[in-house]
């Protein structure tokens, strides 16, 4: 396999492979920088303590939506965290607390499919069945929340379904990909609270899923992912030292492990890990999780055990403790948990009626938030709570 295109800090290569090894977990995997040597491999290791999640620890929220729910995330204010988002087929954009009660909700043009909470601000990002994109921005005043759709002039609709919406870490950049192959990357001034278009990118199929990374050294890049293609293309969009078009390169990784050009698999998800770890987990439409030495076509883990089929949408997160990796799982209709650590499957949680099309992990609280077509969100807690079902709404 041929050394990676893109360069890590050291200290980041090596955490990667203790967090592989089992030797520790995050934060503090990323605070050794003596985690173990760079060029060694990161063999299977032993498990981790499995995560509190438990089926009879959920909490079950029915308000709000009055059709199938396609999308979920967290949403984090300055002066309240932990706020739930949802989008649905209804049009609606819906805003719960961290008790689970609908604060409020705004109606969009077309069924919401794509949702994003754009870091350490009030707005949030919602694309649409039709391809339509809307900055919401979320505040509280004395009366309480409001949401309102803010016009900025440089964004721009698409003509087909959004497929994918993602915001980089450090909230100054966000990518919008769309069925009508196009992927629209944008930069946030967080002064102006302007968001200015910064580059179009023509894709030769339907890009489906999009994320950002920091590679340690001050570069901030954009993984992009086209169905029937076997190749991730890897954009860099900002450079500390320079901002100048001839750094934004595309560098383009084979997926096939024997580098031949067959695509073999389609990726219907792909995350990056978290505190800007190289390691990239791709979903793909064969029952098949990969994780990736990020800007590399090596292959650290191939994690199986969940299914989907040629209608699955299946979802992935990352534990924010990098020790494990979530999915939604088709037939049944569970959410499975991976050891990063030694590549089994260790948890499948059940409670949703029907397929479950979006999941996130809140990064503070662990908290796991899904939603499915049974119209339901689900909110499994790893605290300690009283063991029954909570529901919350009309039956």
């Known amino acids: 396999v041929d050394p990676p295109l893109i360069h890590f800090d050291k200290t980041y290569i090596n955490a990667s492979h203790a967090l592989l090894r089992g030797d520790a977990c995050l934060p503090a995997v990323v605070e050794k920088s003596n985690a173990g040597d760079a ?35 967290y949403v984090d204010l300055e002066e309240y965290s932990g706020l739930r988002l949802s989008g649905g087929a209804d049009k609606l954009v819906c805003v719960f607390s961290r008790e689970n009660t609908l604060l409020v909700h705004i109606q ?13 601000t009030n707005y949030l ?16 005043n004395e009366e309480g ?12 609709n698409h003509k087909l379904n959004v497929n994918s919406i993602k915001c980089s870490s450090d909230g100054n950049w966000i990518a919008i990909a769309s069925r009508d192959k196009t992927v629209n990357l944008y930069r946030f001034d967080k002064v102006t609270k302007a968001i200015r278009l910064s580059r179009s990118l023509n894709c030769a199929t339907s890009p489906q899923c999009v994320d950002f990374f920091l590679n340690g050294q ?6 992009v992912s086209c169905l029937e293609s076997n190749f991730l293309e890897y954009l860099l969009v900002e450079s500390k030292d320079s901002d100048d078009a001839a750094d934004k390169e595309k560098i383009r990784i084979n997926m096939n492990s ?48 969940h299914t989907n089929n040629e209608y699955s949408r299946t979802k992935l997160a990352w534990h924010p403790t990098g020790k494990y990796l979530l999915s939604t799982s088709d037939s049944p209709d569970i959410i499975c948990i991976w050891s ?19 999941l996130a992990v809140h990064s503070e609280t662990c908290e796991l938030l899904t939603c499915s077509f049974d119209k339901t969100l689900r909110v499994w807690n790893q605290e300690e709570i009283q063991k029954h079902e909570n529901i919350i709404g009309n039956s």
């Open 108 to 120: 969009l043009e077309a069924p919401v499919i794509s949702l994003c909470a754009l870091p350490q």
């Open 258 to 305: 024997n580098g031949d050009n067959i695509v073999s698999f389609n990726v219907l998800d792909l995350a990056t890990a978290p505190a800007g770890l190289p390691l990239l987990a791709v979903a793909t439409d064969k029952c098949r999780h990969i994780i990736f030495q990020t800007g590399s076509a090596k292959q650290l883990r191939n994690l199986y055990g």
């Open 218 to 223: 001050g570069k901030t890049y954009l993984v």
């Open 145 to 156: 929340f409001t949401i309102m759709n803010e016009n900025q002039s440089e964004t721009r």
């Open 39 to 73: 060029g060694t491999e990161a063999p299977l290791g032993e498990d981790f303590p499995l995560p509190a999640y438990n089926c009879e620890r959920t909490t079950v929220i029915r308000a709000g939506h009055s059709m199938n729910i396609l999308c979920c995330t």
């Open 340 to 358: 990063v650590c030694s590549g089994t499957l260790k948890m499948k949680l059940q409670g949703h009626l029907s397929s479950i099309r979006d």
């Open 125 to 140: 990002i919602a694309g649409t069945l039709s391809g339509s994109v809307s900055f919401l921005t979320l505040k509280l």
